[in-house]
């Protein structure tokens, strides 16, 4: 049984425009299923506005999803009421995309840490502080940090700290949104590594949403590809890199900088009415699946 199963999740907005005009509905997530496996690292990437964000979320229950199931050991979590989705997630935990608004300004690093610990009412004081002082020397901060606030921090340590919070209940699933994009090229390998590091020692699982492909390249197992709310493109991530089959696909390889000057290199245009939105995804290899 997987770890988690993602079946036909919709999200819809309704955006108003106007005193006369009737509102209009975006389909932010439209029909997403996928499933992750135990210690899977899976990739889940798209352009901006792609809905990959969004389904992260609707996972969490950060947003509602409009309807579906999201399926964590088995049980769907969309069904669960309020205390019961309280304790699901200290099993799921989410890393966010920008470092600087993800942390309280006003709050020490330490609490901020502590926090999930408090509401969960986890431990003594005593042993919430010896916990905190463990999560930031598992991600290679010092513990005389814990008294400072999050202005006095890098960019990097921040999303250091955001990490050190989200794994303070000791979650099986940690959703990785574009949690290394806002940083720069040097620290984002710096944070890479220490995901992977964390992955093995810890038995994680993890949804990593991103845009960089490269990244996601040597990272993950599996990828999906998600194009204005649907996946058009999921399989094993050296087939799908070797073999693109979906135009989108195609189009977002082909944007990746290549690093030899003098190789071959033509940037493919999508062309939206070359493909038909609303195929179903179907089996083109052994685990790929393509709406072709």
């Avoid at 986890?122 to 598992?138: I, K, N, P, Q, Y």
């Avoid at 040097?186 to 949403?209: N, P, W």
């Avoid at 693109?244 to 690093?259: C, G, W």
């Avoid at 003098?262 to 070359?274: M, N």
């Amino acid at each position: 049984m997987p770890l988690l199963e993602v079946r036909h999740l919709v999200k819809h907005f309704v955006r108003k425009q106007g005193l006369w005009r009737p509102p209009s509905v975006v389909r932010a997530v439209d029909d997403v299923s996928f499933t992750i496996d135990e210690g899977e690292m899976f990739g889940l990437v798209g352009e901006s506005g792609s809905g990959k964000s969004t389904t992260g979320r609707c996972i969490l229950r950060l947003i509602e999803p409009s309807s579906g199931e999201v399926l964590f050991r088995g049980e769907n979590v969309l069904g669960f009421d309020r205390s019961r989705m309280r304790a699901a997630r200290r099993d799921m935990q989410i890393v966010f995309q920008d470092p600087y608004s993800s942390l309280n300004p006003r709050m020490r690093v330490g609490d901020i840490v502590e926090e999930p610990l408090v509401i969960h009412n986890l431990g003594t004081r005593a042993e919430r502080l010896t916990r905190v002082a463990e999560l930031f020397e598992l991600v290679g901060l010092e513990s005389s940090y814990l008294s400072r606030y999050p202005h006095e921090f890098s960019g990097g340590q921040r999303q250091r700290i955001g990490i050190a919070r989200a794994l303070a209940l000791n979650p099986a699933l940690i959703i990785a949104d574009e949690a290394v994009s806002a940083l720069d090229v040097s620290i984002q390998a710096q944070v890479v590594r220490l995901l992977m590091d964390l992955k093995e020692r810890l038995k994680l699982t993890y949804l990593f949403i991103a845009h960089d492909l490269r990244l996601v390249e040597h990272i993950c197992s599996r990828v999906a590809v998600m194009y204005l709310g649907k996946i058009v493109e999921i399989g094993e991530t050296r087939a799908l890199f070797s073999q693109p089959t979906h135009p989108y696909t195609r189009a977002l390889l082909s944007a990746i900088p290549v690093l030899d000057p003098d190789a071959p290199h033509e940037r493919i245009q999508l062309d939206p009415a070359a493909f038909d939105r609303a195929a179903p995804l179907r089996e083109i290899g052994t685990q790929h699946w393509a709406a072709v």
